[in-house]
């Protein structure tokens, strides 16, 4: 039982650690990008979000694409790019294809077209406003990205695994120090129990040889008691063959008589 915990237990951070990380890089990229005068770049790459169907079917509204910061100069026509621009009197980011290229004096200028566009961009694009090449993209992921970077987004799944795994790791660590105290306890009632088990030995040890002793003492007073008796009984002998002696010299000299 203690072993499935556990690894319910990692399963768990390894998916809540995996979904924080993710989604707060996607925010992060995806608010820094709201701006179109700068633009973040993770190892040289972003994602940004389709917003129309102006290059429909090479991508979609909805769609997420990614962007690589590219060399101007070894762009050709024909490539995909996001560059600054100007739409609806708004600065922002487009992505369009390059359909011609113009060089005059070594200074390069790009006209863009949608790939579902009848005519061109209106303005021309230089070298200082691109920004990448296009690379790659993931249908429908432009719309995850479009919650992830709302606030609803931010908080269903940012603040709210974040706060679930903050409690989990919060209740991880009072049952851990419930264990350390039980474990502490039954350490200190081991500890207490052995030396309880330690002190009735040396009593037990103390009365034997006060026992010992007492038998010891016992069998020298029996010995002492016997010596005596002994001695006493050899005294009176003595006194009984000496009065006979006596006696018998008294008869002697009487009958001499």
Same mark, same amino acid.
């Given at each position: 039982?203690?072993?499935?915990?556990?690894?319910?237990?990692?399963?768990?951070?390894?998916?809540?650690?995996?979904?924080?990380?993710?989604?707060?890089?996607?925010?992060?990229?995806?608010?820094?990008?709201?701006?179109?005068?700068?633009?973040?770049?993770?190892?040289?790459?972003?994602?940004?979000?389709?917003?129309?169907?102006?290059?429909?079917?090479?991508?979609?509204?909805?769609?997420?694409?990614?962007?690589?910061?590219?060399?101007?100069?070894?762009?050709?026509?024909?490539?995909?790019?996001?560059?600054?621009?100007?739409?609806?009197?708004?600065?922002?980011?487009?992505?369009?294809?390059?359909?011609?290229?113009?060089?005059?004096?070594?200074?390069?200028?790009?006209?863009?077209?949608?790939?579902?566009?009848?005519?061109?961009?209106?303005?021309?694009?230089?070298?200082?406003?691109?920004?990448?090449?296009?690379?790659?993209?993931?249908?429908?992921?432009?719309?995850?990205?479009?919650?992830?970077?709302?606030?609803?987004?931010?908080?269903?799944?940012?603040?709210?695994?974040?706060?679930?795994?903050?409690?989990?790791?919060?209740?991880?660590?009072?049952?851990?120090?419930?264990?350390?105290?039980? *474990?502490? !306890?039954?350490?200190?009632? =081991?500890?207490? #129990? +052995?030396?309880?088990?330690?002190? %009735?030995?040396?009593? @037990? /040890? $103390?009365?034997?040889?006060?026992?010992?002793?007492?038998?010891?003492?016992?069998?020298?007073?029996?010995?002492? *008691?016997? !010596?005596?008796?002994?001695? =006493?009984?050899? #005294? +009176?002998?003595?006194?009984?063959? %000496?009065?006979?002696? @006596? /006696? $018998?010299?008294?008869?002697?000299?009487?009958?001499?008589?």
């Amino acid at each position: 039982m203690e072993t499935v915990k556990k690894v319910i237990g990692v399963i768990l951070s390894v998916l809540l650690w995996g979904i924080i990380l993710l989604t707060a890089l996607f925010t992060f990229t995806t608010l820094a990008t709201r701006d179109s005068n700068s633009v973040a770049r993770l190892a040289g790459y972003t994602p940004l979000m389709v917003q129309t169907e102006s290059m429909s079917p090479t991508f979609n509204a909805g769609d997420l694409i990614i962007i690589k910061a590219y060399d101007p100069a070894k762009l050709q026509e024909g490539d995909i790019i996001t560059f600054h621009t100007i739409i609806n009197n708004e600065y922002a980011l487009n992505t369009h294809r390059i359909e011609h290229i113009e060089e005059n004096g070594g200074v390069r200028s790009y006209t863009t077209k949608g790939d579902n566009n009848a005519i061109p961009d209106t303005h021309i694009i230089a070298d200082g406003d691109i920004v990448g090449k296009y690379v790659a993209r993931a249908a429908g992921l432009g719309k995850v990205m479009a919650f992830l970077s709302s606030s609803t987004g931010f908080l269903v799944v940012i603040v709210l695994p974040m706060l679930l795994f903050f409690i989990y790791q919060i209740y991880h660590l009072v049952v851990v120090g419930i264990n350390l105290k039980k *474990a502490i !306890a039954v350490e200190e009632a =081991q500890s207490k #129990a +052995e030396q309880e088990d330690a002190a %009735a030995a040396k009593l @037990a /040890e $103390a009365e034997a040889a006060l026992a010992e002793a007492k038998r010891l003492k016992e069998e020298a007073e029996a010995k002492l *008691a016997q !010596a005596q008796s002994a001695g =006493q009984t050899g #005294a +009176e002998a003595a006194g009984q063959t %000496a009065q006979a002696q @006596a /006696e $018998a010299v008294s008869q002697k000299s009487n009958a001499e008589e």
